[in-house]
């Protein structure tokens, strides 16, 4: 079973933190961010990962993450594709057709793939998109249409679901990325009014890691954690 990697990120925003790094290969409790990823895609049965990345990083990946129990298969982009088309370079080099799995390689989620899968496959779509909901960032005030104050709630849950960055995609979405773009501005919400696009529900863990304070909170709870530790093969 094959996964597709994006890890195309430049860690801009995350300043002397990510040590010149790309951002998923920034350490995480001693770890490459990706290397948690990867370990749970080859739990998952994953024997191939294909990763998007920077052209001249190829290396780089390749022994970041080398000896985990999947073959490693870099991808360098001549230029920035965006996400889309990052997608759609990494799937050229597959060596099946069939639902494959999609991810952020800067991301930390404890999604079930194989649940994932089985799902997608299930319905028929032509592609699955794995959602959360997230905290708002702020104490919410709840208030009556006359503007009495009833009480407050400290970061509640929203009440949306957001796009988590990991999907499983069948022929007809990969056929359909873009070759320079953002498929979340163009191919998933053409088959959303098609009808062919599904949402998975992930109510566990969803660390996203884009600033230094992000990856402080990543590594608090890689420390409370030590299950997530990756395994070397």
Known sequence: MEALLLAGGK??????AAQGLPKPLVPVAGFPLAEYTVGRLVAAGVTRVIVACR???EDVFVN????LGAEIEPVGEQEPLGRGGGLKLAASRRRERGAVLALNGDE??????????REHEGSGAAATIVVSQVRSPFGVVDLEDGGRVTGFRE????????NSGVYALGDEAIDRLPDKGDHEQSTFPELAAEGKLRGHRHDGVWLTVNTPKDLRRAEEFMVAHPDWKPQRR
């Open 155 to 162: 970061a509640p849950l929203l009440a949306d679901w957001v």
């Open 108 to 117: 930390l989620l404890d999604v079930d793939f194989r649940a994932l899968l």
């Open 55 to 57: 052209a001249g990083q």
């Open 11 to 16: 860690a801009e925003r995350m300043g002397e």
């Open 64 to 67: 970041a993450l080398a000896g």
